[in-house]
């Protein structure tokens, strides 16, 4: 099934969904660093990524309609800095915002389905107005915005017409699908009604309560990382059953077989790493903090982790990336503050995945149509 991506930054997204089975037909990114790596990647022969189509060009000159009747998802991550807690918080009055051209993307290549990744500050009340813009354009995408009308006065023609996409904002954390990293996002996923298909948020596939039973009830996780004298204590302060997902990945799980940084494939130590209040880094045993991008590098005190002797360093390039979901021949070239940085902006590919085949199956509902059209 094919698919096209605007904002692809370093191909998380795009290698979850491909490992979904969705086809990418086109892959849009403007940063010089992020095309660097998709291209780095597909010239290597990395599974899913070799035959990538990567255009490096701003998304405000693509043609979507040459995809028009042959992409049957649009996908995306508009960039967050409007939105970000740690940004500016200027919402669509910021020149980055690109949530119109997402909308437009999906105008021109009427898709079966869209699904597009933000920071879970969209979500805030600050921006309620706007938030119910998007989705509002989203689910009219042919009622363009004049030259000149105001978002208000937009919205109010748009919720006058008739809506062609069934839409659900749904927030997420990546933890609960599978990822090391307790990283907080908002979803928002269309399904033309056409189609007939029932849009339904996608089940959550882990938590926190089985990561505890294993830990504190069982102790397995303390068996499958070999180490003695933190088995569980008994099934006192728990349910009688243990929870039917699975637990969540922690740090030590993500890890598991990399060894120390040796210098090679990405796996450099940097040195400079300190705690300080609100910036005490990732326990080993749970899921990591959301991995930080900044404006200007890694911000201070974020990205580390905080070993069994309570000492604190920065997670390497190539641990970032097995946080992320990224296989470890999946390669960065540049300062590691520039890959990290890429790696902070990235969707973790389990969470990626997990909604392609959500997406996926949805799709499939249809009897078939959407395969046989595609």
């Not at 000149?148 to 609960?176: C, F, M, Q, W």
């Amino acid at each position: 099934m094919n698919s096209v991506e605007l904002f692809s930054g370093c191909g998380g997204l795009a290698l979850g969904l491909a490992r979904a089975g969705f086809e990418h037909s086109l892959l849009v990114e403007r940063n010089p660093h992020a095309i660097a790596t998709l291209r780095y990647n597909r010239e290597r022969g990395i599974e899913h990524v070799a035959d990538w189509n990567v255009v490096g060009d701003d998304v405000s000159r693509i043609d979507w309609t040459a995809y028009a009747g042959t992409a049957r998802l649009v996908a995306g991550g508009p960039p967050c800095q409007p939105f970000s807690i740690g940004g500016k918080h200027r919402g669509h009055d910021d020149a980055r915002d690109m949530w119109p051209e997402a909308v437009r993307a999906v105008r021109e290549v009427q898709p079966h389905a869209f699904i597009f990744e933000n920071v879970s500050g969209l979500a805030r009340p600050a921006f309620a107005e706007y938030l119910r813009w998007i989705t509002a354009s989203l689910r009219r995408p042919t009622v363009e915005r004049r030259i000149g009308e105001t978002h208000a006065k937009h919205l109010l023609r748009l919720e006058r017409e008739r809506t062609t996409y069934d839409v659900i904002v749904v927030p997420v954390n990546a933890s609960d699908f599978g990822a090391a990293q307790k990283r907080k996002r908002v979803i928002i996923a269309g399904i033309s009604r056409d189609l007939g298909i029932e849009l339904t948020p996608p089940a959550t596939t882990h938590s926190a309560a089985r990561l505890a039973w294993d830990q504190n009830v069982t102790g397995e996780y303390w068996r499958r990382h070999r180490i003695t004298g933190r088995h569980g204590a008994g099934t006192a302060a728990f349910a009688e059953l243990a929870p039917a997902t699975l637990p969540w990945v922690t740090v030590r799980d993500a890890l598991r077989g990399l060894g120390k940084p040796n210098g090679r494939a990405n796996h450099v130590l940097q040195e400079g790493a300190k705690a300080y209040t609100g910036h005490t880094g990732s326990s080993l045993d749970e899921p990591a903090k959301a991995l930080k991008a900044g404006d200007h590098g890694v911000p201070g005190g974020e990205n580390m982790m905080v070993r069994d002797d309570g000492t604190v360093r920065y997670f390497t390039v190539r641990e970032a990336a097995r946080l992320q979901g990224l296989p470890d021949d999946y390669r960065f070239d540049g300062t590691w503050s520039e890959n990290m940085r890429q790696l902070g902006n990235a969707v973790p590919t389990q969470l990626s995945e997990a909604l392609g085949r959500w997406m996926m199956r949805l799709l499939r509902e249809d009897g078939g149509q959407v395969e046989d059209a595609a």
